[in-house]
């Protein structure tokens, strides 16, 4: 395990989340999950993504959740990089490092597990109108800011 900074929380949980795009080169749409639980968080937005398993690398944890879930695979890219070294805290015990990804086998995405609707939003401050989870919502601001929108 590599050594945390000073004053950098370690979290006991990490979790991956992807910010699917059209195309990683040229991005217009993002693809968005609407949760269908737990309770607390049924119908709120995410990004889609789960907990990294022991022995996974964080990409490899994300294409498998994301097959998982959406019944696709993808390709990562780039990462929107958080304010701590495991990303962007999530709650005291968990945070999510998040990347950037494309579908990669040309089927189109399905809700399977934890999610009602999945919806491909422009890339643009409307996406600041869905109702995010909170600490998604931070990422959603990163990612625009990133991509000058």
């Known amino acids: 395990m590599t050594e945390q900074p000073t004053g950098q929380q370690q979290y006991s949980t990490q979790v991956v989340g992807a910010a699917i795009f059209d195309s990683l080169t040229d991005p217009q749409v993002l693809l968005v999950a609407q949760r269908s639980a737990p309770e607390w968080a049924a119908g709120l937005w995410e990004f889609p993504g789960g907990k990294v398993e022991y022995g996974e690398t964080e990409q490899q944890a994300l294409v498998r959740e994301i097959h998982e879930e959406l019944g696709v695979m993808v390709r990562t890219g780039t990462e929107i990089v958080g304010p701590h070294e495991q990303g962007w805290e999530l709650n005291e015990d968990a945070a999510m490092r998040v ?24 890339l643009d401050r409307s996406l600041l109108e869905l109702d995010w989870i909170p600490a998604d919502l931070k990422i959603v601001e990163a990612l625009l800011e990133k991509l000058g929108r």
């Open 99 to 122: 990347f950037c990804a494309q579908i990669i086998d040309g089927h189109t995405p399905e809700a399977l597990q934890d999610h009602s609707e999945l919806r491909w939003v422009d």
